[in-house]
Structure formats: C-alpha cells, structure tokens
C-alpha cells in the first residue's frame, strides 16, 4: 500500500521560474496504489533567504484538509526576483500511511515591477525600417565586463518580434519563436533565463537576432503588417550577482550597438533567406573580442505599450526530430521530400557543402496533387526556405523565425558535390511545450490512426496560442475552432497556463471599447478592429472556463475568468430584446462547414444560423449559472438559471415547431443541440426528438451531417438523450465522405478542415479554404475518450472520476489513461470469448481501473449497468453475456 508525492507544481507553471505569482498555490500529484487513500492534512516546508523562522533556513506549515491542489502558499510573498523551494507532505486519513516529503522543487519569481527593469528600453537599430515589406532580421550586441564569483545570472528578455539571444557565442535556452504570441498591446511576454553557466569573469558579450514575427511581420488574409510596431527591438536585462551578494545589471540602452547579418529575411508566413557568405562579416559577433566599431548605434523606443509579463504557459520548443521516409523525383523532375507526418515546424540541412553563393530553396506544402507539391492551398504563404552556401566547408543550418505546415518538401538547388540522402535533411517538429497527460489505444486500427492525427493536428496549432491553422496565410487564433475542441485538448495534453493567457488577452480585447465583445480570433488583427460578435466563436468566452474547470478544477483561475464570461453574455451578446434571444442582424458562422456546404461558401449550412446561435445562447447561459454557483456567487446563479429557464422557453418558440418537439431544420445539427444542450423540457418531446435524430443518421447512411457547431454534441446527443451509442459508433467508424475515418483512409496523418479537403478522386478540395491541418472536427476525440476508453471527469478537476465505458462497433478492447492533477487515471478493458461452463462459448466482459490518491471513481458496468463506486487503487471487474 504505497503512497507518493510524484509531482509538486506551482500554480500551472509547468517550470515555475520568472514567474508573476508572489503567493503562487501549490498543488501536488500522486503516485502509488494505496487502496481507499484519502488526505487528511498536509506539511510544507518553504527554503528561502529572506524568511527563515528555522536554523536550517526552512519555514514550514501544516494544515488539516484534504485539499491537494492549488493550496495556498504558506509564507510571505516572493518579492521580485527571489528565488525559494518549496516541497510537500501528505498524511492519509486514520490508519492510511503518510507520504515521504516530495523532492523540493524551486520557484523563482520574474521582475514584478516597471522599475525592476532598471531602466532597460527597448531599443532599435538607428536606421530606416522597411515600413511596407518584410523587415531584414537585426543584430544587436553589448560587450560588459564581469568579476569573478558569479553566484548566479539572469536574462529577462523581449522583442519588438522574435528574438534569439547569445552570450559569449552560446545559445541562451531553447525557446524557439519567443516570445510567442499576446495581444501585445495589452500583454506583452518577457522570459526569464538562467544563463550563471554563460557569464565568465572578464570580458563578455550578449547578442541578440530579432525578426520581425507576428509583431511586425505580415499577418491575416491581406497583405498587411506592423500591427503592433513596425520596428524591430528587444527589451532586455541581464543581472549577474556574485558570491559577495553585489550584483551587476545589464540593460538594454543606447550603448548597445545594431547590424544586419546572414539572416536576410524571416517571416511568418513566407519563409527565411540566410545567406552564409555574410557570417563571415560577424563571425564571433555574441563575443567579446567582436569589433563592432562599424556597426549601428542604437536608438531607445517608448515603453511597450502592453504590460510586460512572463508566460502562463510554456514556451515553443524544437520537440521532435523526423527523417525522410522517402526522396524521388516528380513527374515534372522536381527533388520531393516525403516525411509521412504532416507536422509543423521546419527543415535542418545537415553537413551540405558546395560552391559559394549556392542557392538551397526549400518549398514546404502538406499534399501532393498530380505528383507535385499542392501550394494553391497555402494562398500567399510562400513558405520557401533559402539557404545561400558559403563555399567553406560543410554547414548545418535552419531557419530562426518562421513556421510551416507540411508533410512534403520539394529541394531545389541541392548542390551536386554533396550527395541528398535521408541524413541530409532532418524535420523538426515545433510546438509549445505542454505535458502529454492523455493517451487512447484500442483494438481498432483506423480508430488509433485517427486519434494519432488529432493529437498531430493540435501538437501542430498549438505553437503559442491555438490557432486554426499553421501552413497558410492565416494561422490566426480562432475562438471557434478552440471552443470546440476544448475538452479534447484539455485531455491530451496540461492546457492550463496555455489556455490561461489567452483567455486573458480575450478579456482585454473584450474590454477594449466596452463593447465586451470577443473578437473572432484572439489576439484580434488588426488590433483595432471592430468585430461583430458570432455565437459558438463568442460563447468560448463561458464555454472555454467551464471545460477548464472540469479538467483542472482550479476556482482561482474560473474566478479570474467568470467577469469574461458575464461580460459576454450580459453585454456582449447582441439580443432581440433585453434578456432575449440573438439578435437577427449580425453575421453568424453558424454550423461552419456543414458537409452539405459548397466549396466557396462555407457558411451556407443545412441549419439555420440563428438556431445555432440560439442554442449556444441558452446553454451558454446555463453555464455560467453552474459557473456562478461554482465561484460562490449565489446571486449570479440564481439570475442566470432564471434567464436560461426563459430563453429555453424562447428557444422553443421560436425553433421548435407545433407542439411535437419537431425542429425547424430536420438536420443532424438541430437535433444533437437541442438534445445534447437539454432544450426540450417534454419528456415525450425529447422522445420523438431522439427517434428522429435516428431516423436522420440512418437516412444519411451513417455519414457526419454536422459542421463545426453541431460535430461536439452529435454523439453526446445520441449516447446520452438518444440512447443511441451504436448510431454513433457507425458514424465515428465510417469510412466514406463525410466522416471521421474518411481522413484515414484518404492518408490523413493530421485532421483536415474539410471533410473533403481530399476529394475521393486524390485531388484537393477547390475551395480557396482548405487546410490539411485544422483541430476542431478532432473534438470527436473527447466522445472516444468517454465512450470507447469509459474516461471522463465526474466531477470538476477529476477529484471523482466517471468510468464508463459503452463497448460498440465491433471494437474489443481499449486502453485510456489521463494524468489528471492527482496523478494517473487508467482505463483497460477488454472483450473475451470464454468457456461457458456448461461447455458453451461466452462473451465475458474484463474491465481494469487504476484510481489514483484521494480521488474516487463511480464505475459503471456496460451489460448489467450496475454502478459501484470505489476509492483509490487498482480494481477489475467482470461482466459476462452479450452487451
Ligand atoms: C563583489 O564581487 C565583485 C565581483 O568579484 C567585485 O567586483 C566587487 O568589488 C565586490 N564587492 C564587494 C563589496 O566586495
Ligand atoms: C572562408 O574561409 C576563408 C579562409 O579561411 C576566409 O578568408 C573567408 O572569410 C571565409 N568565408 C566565409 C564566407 O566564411
Ligand atoms: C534562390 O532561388 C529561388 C528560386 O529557387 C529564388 O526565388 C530566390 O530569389 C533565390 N534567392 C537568392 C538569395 O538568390
Ligand atoms: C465598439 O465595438 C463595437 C463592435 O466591435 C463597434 O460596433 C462599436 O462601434 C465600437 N464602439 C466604439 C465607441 O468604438
Ligand atoms: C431552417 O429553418 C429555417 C426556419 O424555418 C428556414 O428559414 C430555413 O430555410 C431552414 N434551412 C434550410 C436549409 O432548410
Ligand atoms: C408534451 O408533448 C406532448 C406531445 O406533443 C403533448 O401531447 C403533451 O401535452 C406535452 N406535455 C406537456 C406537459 O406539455
Ligand atoms: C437503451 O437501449 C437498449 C437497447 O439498445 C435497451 O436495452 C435499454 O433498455 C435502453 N435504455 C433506455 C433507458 O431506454
Ligand atoms: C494512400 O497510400 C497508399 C499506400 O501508399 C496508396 O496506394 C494510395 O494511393 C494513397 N491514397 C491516396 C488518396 O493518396
């Protein structure tokens, strides 16, 4: 009966280091198969410089609670820049072993304050900016001496873009596109590094590449740029503190000296050009020797006008590496890469050698069609890497500040002295750096290719914040596309301090004219623009802080969220009439591409709009009651049951046609809404509302009649109000246009936008939209996890959690685990045919579940329905007949 502590994390930092929090909670996860365990009070110890009541520097706490998460730090808070660790004991309930103490784990505060900067600007180099195009990537340096007895040393830094810092010739981290991506004008990231192993005493030097990225760069569907700056700079204070307690600060400021080198151009969209031969112009420019009397003073900038902050989430990270799966040539003679993943990231040339001036291109796309890379669907993006060889040896080189989303890469300009095989070229997958915390596998192929490619899709939108897209000329921040594939994401991987960011800049952006509208996509480009507010995309505003609650169960952080989530829906939401349904004016995306929906137009649904919006509306706000109730704000919860109790009733006068329950749209998404978000309130209704959601599934054959709005709640509505699991396991294991599996057998390695983005002809879809890479038609994952793996949260945070599993379509076993915040949950079951004992053969149904530390699971069994209900630990059941 072991119990551990395997994991102590503060506030959702992943890494608390340079953190904002001055009082950070502290939560811990379990490990062990300590069976019925339950925490009855815990121990903290606190090691910190400035606090220490004890001889040994320790400072400790005990309280009595079961509470084993976002607890509240015990001690003083952390002024800026201090560092403390912190660790953590548990204590079970009477006769339960206690924990050992958990490893200590360190925290470190960033520069909590405008004057802990210490007077760093941010500066530019003192020359002309190319205003109207791509802005050539800049150099900035600074020599400065150090003494001896480095104790410790920091580097907070930003850009005006997105930089890479050097000191003394060495990278600093391994942050890829930092700063990432924010509503810069309200939220502006800075990042904190340990970089004592870098600074020697004597001579030094720091050096900074910045390229123009989302700041500066060209960004959304025009050819527009700067949106937020049109110069380049960085923001940066390097603070070196000896041994003797002094400190030496470095700072950004007009003594910094600015050039142009072998990065020639770098953008988002369109790629870099590195031309080598003019490395040799800066060679050792990040080291001290440098002489730098050429190059560019600098000049300081205003302040930035967003608040400088660390990152709630991790950073974009280089987190895989692919080689080749095959190189040949095209019907047309061009050089093609396959990397059979469509992934995003970029390509590393390796050890290329060749004449000087060699012209390396690389074009990126995600499709063949006709044998040659299909680029029309990237739009404007070039998505073209150039590298210009200096002729002196063999070189390893890949880009600094751009993206792209591919599978294949067409190679021009290989040089003919280096021969191209599978080690010249290597793939490497970038995205933000979260912890995988869920896993699927089951007994069915197609099934596991596909959950294999929703975890694709999302490793490769979210890089920074979870956009749409990652190839084309948009690879914005839909709010629609994040609203629905919330739950999955929050089950496949820690979203918490990624989610939690945005949906800070959302607030901003909301707030920006008090119009407490959501933008379509956050951050909103062009900064200023007046968006029109749309249901499903808006209401991610209510719906995104109630799926994190489920899946983290953090008050703290629903708390911070729910005036975002008033603010939509008692201002923002524009209505008929106060406290009424959707007002009939505005532009809706409404049931986002509907399968029935043409090419160019995808918008043009089989169900109305306004149904659509409706119904969010009234779940919406049924949501946020529940949310009210959860933040303790009984007042809100009272008002807002009421409200959605009125607008249900208006739902269905105004959707609902005669009295039979019949929708006014006979479609696939009219009845999974008003079922799934429990809109009829006659029982018969609801009923016959079921049997004609069947009806409509099986006269479509099986095949997906649902766009982005109705997808999520299709199987929930016919497992939970239809009663009708089957159905959807037909749908979900349908193999022809449109449906889940299509993607699969079609190659898919990532889930597309369309249903069709590839016709079943192998060509691409026509429409001028159509990405191979795009999340949201994914969401069917979350129904995989809770159904086929029987692994869903039952209560918020998964401190109880619901196993049930609802076997179907032929499939025999599964295996679903979630690293929930207490520690690993699992899911094993499986379909045997076994020996009767009267000499018959007999289906018998086994079912594992692993139940972590004080938490508790209701298992309910598929045959018989028979609930049990178990504390933590391992158990197995049997279940033997049919199901
Ligand atoms: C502390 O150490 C630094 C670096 O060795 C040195 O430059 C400085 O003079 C020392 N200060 C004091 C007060 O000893
Ligand atoms: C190539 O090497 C030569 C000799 O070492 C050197 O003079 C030249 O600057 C180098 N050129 C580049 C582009 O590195
Ligand atoms: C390299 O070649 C590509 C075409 O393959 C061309 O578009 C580009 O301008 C060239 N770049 C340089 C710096 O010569
Ligand atoms: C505020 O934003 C809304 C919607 O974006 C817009 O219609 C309105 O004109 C704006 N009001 C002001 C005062 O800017
Ligand atoms: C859906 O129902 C609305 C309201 O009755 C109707 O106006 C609309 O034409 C219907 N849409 C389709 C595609 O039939
Ligand atoms: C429920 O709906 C059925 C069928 O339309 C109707 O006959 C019945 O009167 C309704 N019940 C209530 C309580 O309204
Ligand atoms: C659900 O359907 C199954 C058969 O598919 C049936 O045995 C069961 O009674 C139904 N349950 C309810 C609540 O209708
Ligand atoms: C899928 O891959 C198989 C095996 O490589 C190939 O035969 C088939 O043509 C591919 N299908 C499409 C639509 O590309």
Known sequence: MAVSISQLALEHHRVAFGIAETQPRISWRFAGNAQNWEQSSYDIELLRSSESPHRDGTFSYSQASGDSRYVPWPGAPLKSAERARVRARAHGKRGQPSTPWSDWVAVETGLLTAEDWDGAAPIAADRETEVGGPKRPLYFRKDFLAGKDVESARLYITALGLYEAEINGHRVGDAVLAPGWQSFNFRHVYDTYDVTGLVKAGGNAIGVVVGEGWFAGRLAFSDSRNFWGDTLGVQSLLTVTYKNGTTRKIATDESWRANTGPVTSSEIYDGETYDSRLEAGIEGWSSDAFDDTDWLAVKTLSPLKGKLVPADGPPVRRLEERKPERIFKSASGKTLIDFGQNMVGWLRLNKVKGPSGTNITLHHAEVLDNGELALRPLRSAKAADTLILHGNGSQTWEPHFTFHGFRFAQMDGWPEDTPLTSDSVTGIVVHSDLEQTGWFECSHALLNQFHSNVRWSMKGNFLSISTDCPQRDERLGWTGDAHAFGPTA??????????????????????????????????????????????????????????????????????????????????????????????????????????????????????????????????????????????????????????????????????????????????????????????????????????????????????????????????????????????????????????????????????????????????????????????????????????????????????????????????????????????????????????????????????????????????????????????????????????
């Open 490 to 883: 929050n089950f496949l991987y820690d979203t918490a301090g990624f989610w939690r960011g945005w949906h800070r800049d959302m607030y901003s952006e909301m707030q920006r004219n008090g119009s407490m509208r959501v933008p379509f996509f956050v951050p909103t480009v062009p900064p200023d623009s007046n968006d029109s507010p749309a249901a499903v995309w808006g209401d991610v505003s209510v719906g995104g802080p109630w799926d994190l609650f489920r899946a983290y169960g953090d008050v703290g952080m629903l708390k911070e969220q729910y005036p975002q989530s008033r603010g939509w829906i008692d201002k923002g939401v524009p209505r008929q009439a106060e406290g009424g349904l959707w007002d009939r004016s505005g532009p809706q995306f409404g049931d986002w591409l509907d399968p029935k929906a043409p090419p160019e137009d995808a918008g043009a649904a089989t169900t109305a709009k306004y149904l659509v919006a409706d119904a969010y509306l009234v779940r919406m706000t049924e949501v946020l009651a529940d949310m009210a109730r959860a933040v303790g704000d009984p007042a809100g919860a009272d008002k807002y049951a009421a409200q959605h109790d009125d607008l249900r009733a208006k739902f269905q006068g105004a959707w609902m046609t005669g009295n039979d329950g019949q929708m006014a749209n006979r479609t696939q998404t009219a009845y999974a809404l008003a079922l799934a978000f429990g809109l009829y309130t006659n029982a018969t209704q609801r009923t016959a509302a079921a049997a004609t959601l069947r009806d409509i599934v099986a006269g479509n054959d099986y095949l997906v009649g649902t766009g982005f709005a109705g997808t999520p709640a299709l199987g929930p509505a016919l497992r939970d109000a239809a009663n009708a699991t089957d159905d959807f396991y037909r749908m979900l294991l349908q193999t022809r246009v449109p449906s889940w599996l299509y993607q699969v057998v079609q190659n898919g390695t990532t889930t597309w936008e369309r249903w069709d983005s590839l016709l079943p002809d192998g060509h691409v879809n026509p429409g001028s939209m159509t990405s191979f890479n795009h999340y949201a038609f994914g969401a069917v994952a979350d129904w995989v996890h809770a159904t086929v793996g029987g692994l869903a949260p039952a209560e918020p945070g998964w401190k109880v959690v619901a196993v049930e599993p609802v076997p179907g379509g032929g499939i025999t076993s599964a295996d679903t685990r979630f690293v929930s915040g207490y520690g690993e949950v699992r899911v094993k079951w499986n379909e045997n045919v076994v020996d009767g004992s009267g000499g018959g053969r007999r289906q018998r149904f086994d079912l594992q579940v692993w139940v972590p530390p004080n938490t508790r699971a209701r298992v309910r069994l598929p045959r018989s329905g028979k609930v049990r209900e178990v504390g933590s630990g391992f158990y197995e059941f049997h279940e033997e007949g049919a199901s």
